[in-house]
């Protein structure tokens, strides 16, 4: 059964840090890209950060660009976003989601959703003082 499970979410203040985690199972072939979407109350979803399973190349949103770190441990099937200066507007449910065909880590995270793309559960991440 093929799964993706977040975990790392939770309340922080403005400024402050969390890292999430992505633990990806299942998969009898090889997935190309891995990547975290979000999508916050009445907005759409959106690509944040995408990492290509190959060559480790990463895309990042604008918005997120400097503060948000995307890394991969190959051993351990698991994908990692560092988020740091954290923002009230990057509050949102947070998402991991893989390719088995990406073309491009940009391609990947500007669609946000694809046909055959594995979701995980999501986790919340609400920066509020």
């Known amino acids: 059964q093929v799964q993706l499970v977040e975990s790392g979410g939770g309340l922080v203040q403005p400024g402050g840090s969390l890292r999430l985690s992505c633990a990806a199972s299942?998969?009898?072939?090889?997935?190309?890209?891995i990547g975290w979407f979000r999508q916050a109350p009445g907005k759409d979803r959106e690509g944040v950060s995408c990492?290509?399973?190959?060559?480790?190349?990463?895309y990042y949103q604008e918005s997120v660009k400097g503060r948000f770190t995307i890394s991969r441990d190959n051993a351990k099937n698991t994908v990692y976003l560092q988020m740091n200066t954290l923002k009230p507007e990057d509050t949102a449910v947070y998402y991991c989601?893989?390719?088995?065909?990406?073309?491009?880590?940009?391609?990947?995270?500007?669609?946000?959703?694809?046909?055959?793309?594995?979701w995980g559960q999501g986790t919340q991440v609400t920066v509020s003082s």
């Open positions: 990492i290509s399973s190959n060559d480790g190349s990463t």
């Open positions: 299942g998969f009898n072939k090889d997935y190309s890209g």
């Open positions: 989601a893989a390719d088995l065909n990406m073309v491009t880590v940009q391609d990947m995270c500007v669609m946000a959703y694809k046909l055959g793309r594995t």
